[in-house]
């Protein structure tokens, strides 16, 4: 159990807890360590002040007394003679220190060295240690420290003895000693001390660790009674604080605890006791709560509004899950799936094992959830009915499509109303063709009756026979080219999706209109791009597309420059066509309703106002786009078409 799952008082107890126990732990451990360095300063002083007068009683012995002795011994004839008592500095020194010894008995006195003359002065462990520290940092007149001897802490001051030319006389060779100090202390061999050697150490130790015992008890005493006052202080402004914060903030969690289970009315108010921030604090709930409350009852009629307005909406409507399962719906959906329309879902589905080459719902609702972007395709369903379906995705935290809005709307009657609008328009369109179609049939046909005549009224030879029949033939077929196209141009066909050519197809239509684009002067500047790949679309309504706009173009331009610039070219996977005539452009007051069905500005019988919105319904139907660019100097048409529909 983590500590974020404590109640605010638990962890506010327990911090404040932590807190008190480091405080009395870090303010115990500083009065120990200053309680220590204390009584360290006291014993290094003390013990300094020992070695200093125990140097000074053997620098005396060493500098007066010995000399004087010598001298007397040697004016009495007694040369060999050595008097340990008052010529040896080492032992003066040993003596008054074990005197000073019966009256303070923790300090220790060691003068030894690593060759002395009494082997009970040999040093050894930590004596020896401190003769190689003093050898190896030459210079160094003195050390003091801590140590442990014999499992015990112990305060040492410590500074080398160092050979001097007056000790040579001992400590040199045996032929140079008192006879008198050889019997005492015998030996076989000569000394090789030199002047600067050092030859041991002179130390004053005392045992601290009793001491220090001392003052950790004193530590903990300390540690213990902060601890406790501590911890009283704790209870009682921990008393303090229950009365006055955590008790008003627990009614204040109570209450919203109910309201949050519904057991508590939101629009409540709590009394208002106190003037200090956890008044402020049940004043702001108060005002919070009212608001919330006001909030609440805003939501519910918007959500009822929503709600009719949904239910109220007559195509149906869903949010769909990514298994197909219906998560909530309109009544109109409701219905749909009722009627076991094709269009809506109506069973959950398994994305994985669907038929790539099914195109269906599921199909589409699977290409939103992969492409991650919203989908409209018009569709024909199973049961013969043409629909426009929409699929909006919806998103989670990690960007990936958890449900999906379906839209769907039945467009059956629009289709037959907008394939009757293009057979209107293509009849129109047909209409202002006729002039030409029929200037284009009168020319071979005055050919056929000139050659037909000749051949039955007048006399002439098998050579010329054959050629009279010949232009018959192909006047005859050139009529037959003219009303193929013309009847291919006319006949009511359902969407036909096959691979076409984009040029080829602008180029039949061009020769529909040729006679219009001679009869008035019209220069056509063709910059069509070649080696285009295969587009796929119904030909036959993208050439009736063309026809709108390149007759819409011929009949715009008035006046001594006419030109009509058709270009073709692909960018961004998609076949881009332009129309640019040079007529006067359209005015700004008729630019946004050129689209509308019906709305013309030519002269009554001159045309239906059907082809641009029609133009723009097949564009739609390919998945393509139409717009128009205008200026006082020309107007162009720009269609845009997908590689793939």
Aim: glycine share 6%; net charge neutral; charged share 25%.
């Amino acid at each position: 159990m983590g500590l974020r799952n404590f109640s605010l008082t638990t962890k506010f107890t327990l911090s404040i807890i932590l807190i008190l126990l480091v405080f009395c732990v870090i303010f115990s451990f500083l009065l120990y360590y200053h309680l220590k360095q204390k009584v360290i300063e006291d014993a290094n002083e003390k013990t300094k002040i020992i070695l200093t007068q125990i140097d000074a009683l053997g620098s005396y012995v060493k500098e007066e007394l010995r000399p004087a002795i010598f001298k007397l011994l040697e004016e009495t004839g007694q040369k060999d003679r050595f008097i340990i008592k008052g010529m040896s500095t080492t032992h003066v020194r040993h003596s008054v220190m074990n005197r000073f010894n019966n009256k303070f008995s923790s300090y220790t006195y060691k003068r030894v060295s690593t060759e002395p003359i009494n082997p009970n002065h040999k040093a050894d462990g930590v004596y020896l240690k401190l003769i190689h520290f003093f050898r190896n940092n030459n210079g160094k007149e003195l050390w003091s420290g801590i140590l442990k001897v014999d499992n015990e802490e112990i305060l040492i001051m410590a500074k080398p003895v160092i050979v001097e030319n007056g000790c040579l006389v001992c400590l040199g060779k045996i032929k140079d000693a008192p006879q008198a100090l050889l019997e005492m202390y015998p030996r076989s061999r000569d000394f090789q001390w030199k002047v600067g050697d050092i030859m041991g150490v002179e130390a004053v130790s005392a045992p601290i660790a009793s001491t220090l015992v001392e003052i950790k008890g004193i530590a903990v005493s300390t540690f213990l009674f902060g601890a406790t006052s501590l911890i009283l202080l704790f209870i009682a402004l921990q008393g303090i604080f229950w009365n006055f914060v955590v008790k008003p903030l627990k009614n204040l969690s109570s209450l919203f605890k109910g309201i949050v289970e519904g057991t508590e009315p939101l629009n409540q108010k709590i009394e208002v006791k106190t003037k200090d921030e956890i008044g402020e604090l049940i004043f702001s709930f108060n005002q919070m709560a009212i608001h919330l409350y006001e909030a609440q009852e805003a939501t519910k009629k918007y959500a009822e509004t929503l709600q009719t307005i949904f239910e109220g909406i007559t195509d149906p409507l869903a949010l769909v899950n990514s298994n197909c399962s219906v998560e909530m719906t309109n009544q109109a959906y409701r219905n749909w799936i009722k009627e076991h329309r094709a269009a809506v879902f109506n069973a959950p589905c398994n994305l994985e094992k669907l038929d790539a080459d099914t195109f269906c719902p599921i199909y589409f609702l699977k290409k939103v959830i992969e492409n991650k972007t919203p989908l409209s395709e018009f569709w024909e369903g199973e049961d013969g009915k043409h629909y426009f379906m929409h699929f909006y995705p919806i998103f989670d935290e990690k960007n990936e499509v958890v449900k999906v809005v379906h839209y769907v709307k039945d467009i059956t009657e629009r289709r037959k109303i907008e394939e009757q609008m293009r057979i209107t328009e293509k009849l129109a369109a047909i209409g202002q063709l006729s002039a030409g179609l029929a200037h284009e049939i009168n020319n071979p046909l005055g050919g056929i009756k000139l050659c037909f005549n000749n051949l039955t009224s007048t006399e002439m030879d098998e050579e010329t026979r054959k050629i009279h029949i010949e232009v018959i033939n192909n006047g005859l077929n050139k009529i037959q080219e003219i009303i193929k196209q013309l009847l291919d141009f006319a006949k009511q066909t359902e969407l036909f999706i096959s691979p076409a050519d984009i040029n080829n197809l602008i180029e039949n239509v061009l020769k529909l209109t040729d006679y219009l684009i001679s009869k008035h002067q019209i220069q056509v500047v063709k910059k069509l791009k070649t080696n285009l790949p295969k587009i796929m679309v119904d030909q036959n309504k993208i050439e009736q597309v063309f026809l709108n706009i390149i007759l819409n173009a011929i009949q715009a331009m008035k006046g001594n420059e006419k030109i009509l610039i058709i270009e073709t070219d692909i960018k961004n996977q998609n076949f881009i066509i332009s129309f640019t005539d040079t007529g006067p452009g359209i005015p700004d007051d008729i630019l946004p309703k050129i689209f509308d069905p019906f709305f013309t500005t030519k002269p009554v019988g001159q045309g239906t106002g059907l082809g641009l919105s029609v133009s723009k319904s097949i564009i739609e139907q390919h998945n393509g786009k139409i717009w128009v660019k205008t200026s006082s100097k020309g107007t162009t048409f720009t269609v845009e078409l997908p590689i793939q529909p």
